[in-house]
């Protein structure tokens, strides 16, 4: 098996999809948008200094998802694909993952954020193996937990040894822009940085690890 491992959010997209999908129910006003906006940065702010507890987050993102149908949430959530996401998708993004189905390789969507935000955004991409951090739905109902392990830092390896159950990987690519993703990088033959932040460029500079802007 030869795979490719990409990363969402800052990465494939110009945006963080777990941030402005809580930016988005403050505009459409379906939350309290001054607690809800003060949570929402607080966490985004964690995350980006490496610092971010997976499991509080999910839960405060999954909050909103248990007052919900499943058909409100997907007609919400194709809402928040048309004014919020499908901007923010980079052409470079699809351009690398075209060339990785051209080689025959397996593909991976590999994201901390919620399967529900963002399985239909990878699927858009044309990704359809997504390990994510899983919202726990029981009797067709999200309950709010997170399901099984979160899919955050060390985290990512272990979903996806999971993933593999024993197969073996010949050969590895992975794609991230975030210092939480240097584990992934880490563990792949072919680490590629795209528009990292500052102490992924850092530690990319040191490693030589290629680093590429997705961006323009």
């Given at each position: 098996?030869?795979?490719?491992?990409?990363?969402?959010?800052?990465?494939?997209l110009n945006?963080?999809?777990?941030?402005s999908w809580?930016?988005?129910?403050?505009?459409?006003?379906?939350?309290?948008?001054?607690?809800?906006?003060?949570?929402?940065?607080k966490f985004?702010?964690?995350?980006?200094?490496?610092q971010?507890?997976?499991i509080a987050?999910?839960?405060?993102?999954?909050?909103?998802?248990?007052?919900?149908?499943?058909?409100?949430?997907?007609?919400?959530?194709?809402?928040?694909?048309e004014?919020?996401?499908?901007?923010?998708?980079?052409?470079?993004g699809?351009?690398?993952?075209?060339?990785?189905?051209?080689?025959?390789h397996?593909?991976?969507?590999?994201?901390?954020?919620?399967?529900?935000?963002?399985a239909?955004?990878?699927?858009?991409f044309?990704?359809?193996?997504?390990i994510a951090?899983?919202?726990?739905?029981?009797?067709?109902k999200?309950?709010g937990?997170?399901?099984?392990?979160?899919?955050y830092q060390?985290g990512?390896?272990?979903?996806?040894?999971?993933?593999?159950?024993?197969?073996d990987v010949?050969?590895?690519w992975?794609y991230s822009?975030?210092?939480?993703d240097?584990?992934?990088?880490?563990?792949?033959d072919?680490?590629?940085v795209?528009?990292?932040?500052?102490?992924?460029?850092?530690?990319?500079?040191?490693q030589?690890?290629?680093?590429?802007?997705?961006s323009?």
């Amino acid at each position: 098996m030869k795979l490719a491992l990409f990363d969402l959010d800052h990465t494939l997209l110009n945006t963080d999809s777990d941030h402005s999908w809580g930016e988005f129910l403050v505009n459409e006003g379906l939350v309290d948008p001054v607690h809800h906006r003060q949570m929402n940065d607080k966490f985004y702010e964690d995350y980006k200094a490496g610092q971010l507890d997976p499991i509080a987050y999910n839960e405060f993102v999954f909050e909103f998802l248990t007052q919900h149908d499943n058909e409100y949430l997907t007609e919400l959530h194709q809402l928040f694909m048309e004014k919020i996401i499908r901007p923010q998708m980079r052409a470079k993004g699809f351009t690398a993952i075209q060339k990785h189905k051209d080689a025959g390789h397996d593909i991976i969507g590999i994201t901390a954020t919620s399967d529900f935000i963002t399985a239909p955004i990878f699927r858009e991409f044309g990704i359809t193996e997504i390990i994510a951090t899983n919202a726990e739905i029981k009797e067709g109902k999200y309950t709010g937990k997170v399901a099984g392990l979160a899919c955050y830092q060390k985290g990512k390896l272990a979903r996806l040894e999971q993933w593999l159950n024993g197969r073996d990987v010949s050969e590895s690519w992975a794609y991230s822009d975030s210092i939480n993703d240097r584990f992934l990088l880490e563990y792949a033959d072919h680490p590629i940085v795209v528009c990292p932040d500052e102490r992924l460029e850092e530690l990319a500079k040191a490693q030589n690890w290629p680093i590429e802007d997705w961006s323009i």
